[in-house]
């Protein structure tokens, strides 16, 4: 047969790098390792696309010669096989149809044919139909070799070694890499001259060179095949470099450091749905004036390479991709406290070491719990509502790490806030809540303590249990109750978790651990997330940082994150407080545990909030009756192909070869036993359960007598430490009066409101009872009436006198708080249902701002008792007075709060008097009740002498009245009857002495608990006057507002006098703008409720 050969060389310093990449890549995934030969077979397939008239052979038919063109590329390997005797041989198997395949079924199909051979199962059709062939004798060394055609091939390639050029084989390293020299493989093409001519051979040759240093996306494709998330190295010429050169290069090593560190995100792998090479300009060392031949070259480090000053260019790469762009991508250069930066570097950049095995087995047996119990769920409730956690079950694991290390660090309880999405798999499988009861909780059994509340759907309801940790600590878990209002829980575990604090009282240890889970497209939209972040680090609200875990599956119902949020990531908002965000991909769960365990290292470090941003899929729709094609249908079909993360951490495994065949058929096992024992377990438990849990275990309310009046001592007491500052102690010039004045009028009279409220507040400090009051401007008040803390002019420390009243007294929390409405009501309402013996107050600026807190007093305040049986004692204060300052100054919306008012659910009033507003507030602290109570406050009436006042209001025989009588006119005179409540009041006194004078006909009762309504207080106060002709009820607020609608509902019917209402027009706006007509409308007003 004629042959030839043509002969190439070529440099593979390229082949060499990439192929480093490669298989550090496979390393940390799915395992294996890819060859030279491997890189190189599929080059040649490569280059037979754009040369296929070298895939021919020669045949001759009927004794004439035959060019033979194969329908596909039938690869041969040569592969030289050791036999038992000793002798070798060569057998030359195909990979059929190789033209079809991408890098990875190539790469596959290579080792199957390998492995074949060596098993001895090849069959005939294995050596048929090959038209060329590799061969590798460069793997002993040898340069080139011209092997022998076989019958029926075109041609044979065969690969030299790869060495040096021999001039620089005694060259040191340094030299080697300076000059920028490579190790060079020689190409062999021996092929049959009948069908080819040596062009083709040569230029065939040369397509393989070409594809070898990188053209045309070789190894982009060969990346993409693997899944390997960033780009190849690539081809260039050395850059000269003169001396200056080198240091500017220096430099751009540091930026291309710095770039990592701040951007190494973008190009992280953390997409499990969808592979996608990701780059960024600011990652790409082209950007920064480098190359390959840069990759062996020494640099100094900086503070990078920690003990290392200096590292190659390749181990700096190395390290910067595995710590910033694998399956986990850091945000965390926007800190601007260098210590935590450094921190942060210190763990993350680090050679990465595998977790334990005890630590794998664990994650497949949470892996394994977590998808057997939503695989039991969804075929036991096909349909029913349950938000499944398919695609995400890597939570249960990333909670579970969490628990573990908040045991191992003895804190006293992690408490759990979160939305719907797998809830009911936490429950199981982190807090302990039985499969049977979760079951009945499906079957609709309903809590007999409950069948008085309305109940509330089993995705919403909380739970206690004892979590317990590999080595067997244990931690008290909670998941709090939650509406179905996004992120409304937040910022309510935050005030649970510092009401425990506090009870717990351990200073900056901050011993329980709040966690909340969120959903990526509530993170993103809801503002109150944004609120209790900006909680986090106030004195008056910190809990020594929340860990934040956000299911990010990609979606949010039918809506895509491009139409979702304008931000980058969903996490975008938490920058803002400088938390380190943590995104990471959920099909790699050791990823994912070595996230949860720095994150909550973080916390411990700095006491500061923290991200986890798992991503994920949604494996179905919304919930369990939505089809999710019909919006999302790319991505659905992405979804069906995809493997349970369980299958691919078991299969990655074994393919790394961390687990065995066996131990992954044990996991398997496992996996069965978890599915029945949820089956059996549920079977079992049909009878109804003994325990019912709805809620956490929060503290009973412990309750004195209801005697709200206290003693001379302690008005003197609280007297005296309002002139007591402490020495050096310089009050404001302008202050100072008004603390004399205080505390003068506290044992003399008249006593204002503010006054009044101090001396509510300091004597339940002395009766032990924790008092803790947050608002805006709360501390002086914002109509400069409360004084609670004081400033000292010249150094502005603070002093707070209620703080020092008495030895035993309890704590006196008094906050500032910043600009919300909404987090930092929510706050309050769990700080009081966690802490029931403390008086727990909230101030609105002006109570029209309440309305931002909405969520939470329809979710929480006024119904969290009867859908869960959870209660709160919290008490809103809110500034309400219709007194001309327009349409957003005036209205506390009083009907507002009664439309929402049923079951005794909670008390609604609007005391008249500073002395009423003491009563009240003692009582509630003191009572048994522990429900929540809106008042509504004055504003003027702060300070109006007719509203003072005295000492003896609130000493013995002085209690809260409902009704407050009108002791001051004869009964028999009486013919009208005034019922108010509140500023209006004092408007109908002054005018009833002007038109009435000494001898008053007119009546006027002020109504200071509007619900439950005092029905029984107002007929008895009505039979107080024989004679009565008119009853009315006077308002200032519109006819649709204030207490009229309500009361016309449900009080006035039940008098035995028909009630004439006094009111401002309905109206849609609750008060007018300008001053001149507020005041002709209460001219009028007055005198209607006079009859004209
Ligand atoms: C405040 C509020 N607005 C709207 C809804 C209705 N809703 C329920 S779930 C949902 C989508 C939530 O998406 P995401 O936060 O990503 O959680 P996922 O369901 O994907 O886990 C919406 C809009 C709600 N429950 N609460
Ligand atoms: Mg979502």
Known sequence: MPTATSVRSLPVKLLFDNRIVINNHLKRARGGKVSFTHLIGYALVRALKDVPDMNVGYEEVDGKPNLVRPAHVNLGLAIDMAKDDGSRQLLVPAIKAAEQMDFAQFWTAYED??????????????????????????TIGTNHSVPRLMNGQGAIIGVGSMEYPPEFQGASAETISRNAISKLLTLTSTYDHRVIQGALSGEFLRRMHQLLLGEDGFYDDVFAALRIPYEPIRWAADISATHDDEVSKQARILELIHAYRVRGHMMADTDPLEYRQRSHPDLEVETHGL????????????????QRRFMKMRSILGILRDSYCRTTGIEYMHIQDPEQRRWIQERVEQPHQKPPREEQLRILLKLNQAEAFETFLQTKFVGQKRFSLEGGETTVPLIDEICEAAAEAELDEVTIGMAHRGRLNVLANIVGKSYGQIFREFEGNIDPRTVQGSGD???HLGAEGEFTAEDGDTIKVSVAANPSHLEAVD??????????????????????????????????????????LNLSQLRGYRTGGTVHVIVNNQVGFTTSPAHSRSSLYCTDVARMVQAPIFHV???????CIRVARLAFEYRQAFNKDVVIDLVCYRRRGHNEGDDPSYTQPLMYDLIEQKRSVRKLYTESLIGRGDITLEEAEEVLKNYQQQLERVFTEVREATSAPSEWTTVPDYPEKVHDEDDTAISQETLKRIADAYVSAPDGFTVHPKVLPQLQRRSAAITEGPIDWGTGEILALGSLLMDGRPVRLAGQDTRRGTFVSRFATIIDRQTADEWTPLSNLSEDQAQFYVYDSLLSEYAALGFEYGYSVARPDALVAWEAQFGDFVNGAQTVIDEFISSSASKWGQRSGVVLLLPHGFEGQGADHSSARIERFLSLAGDKAMVVAQPSTPASYFHLLRR?????????????????MLK????????EDFLEGTTFKKVASDRTVDEEKVTTLLLCSGRV??????????????EPVTAISRVEQLYPEPVEELQAELARFPNLRHVRWVQDEPANNGPAPHFRLNVFPELDHEVEVVSRPASSSPAVGTHSRHVEEQKKLVAAAFGG
Not at 503 to 527: M, R, W
Not at 585 to 591: F, W
Not at 924 to 940: E, I
Request: no cysteine.
């Open 113 to 138: 044919v390998v492995r074949r051979a060596r098993d001895n199962k090849l069959q005939i059709s294995d050596f048929q139909g090959i038209s060329i062939s590799l061969t590798n004798p460069g």
């Open 291 to 306: 190359t390959l031949w840069d990759l062996d070259r020494e640099f100094a480090t900086g503070e990078f390479g920690g």
């Open 457 to 459: 759907v089993k995705y």
């Open 491 to 532: 910022p309510v575990l935050e005030g649970i978790a510092r009401a425990k604090q506090d009870v717990l009282n351990q200073g900056e240890k901050f011993p329980v651990l709040p966690v909340l889970v969120h959903g990526d497209a509530a993170f993103a939209g809801q503002g109150v997330v944004a609120e209790t």
């Open 585 to 591: 991909n959920g099909d790699d769960p050791e990823a």
């Open 924 to 940: 509630h602290s003191l009572g048994a009740d522990h429900k929540p109570m809106v008042v509504f406050t004055p504003k003027s």
């Open 944 to 951: 109006r002498k007719e509203a003072a006042s005295r000492p």
């Open 985 to 998: 009041t004092w408007d109908l006194m002054v005018e009833r002495g002007k038109r009435e004078g000494d």
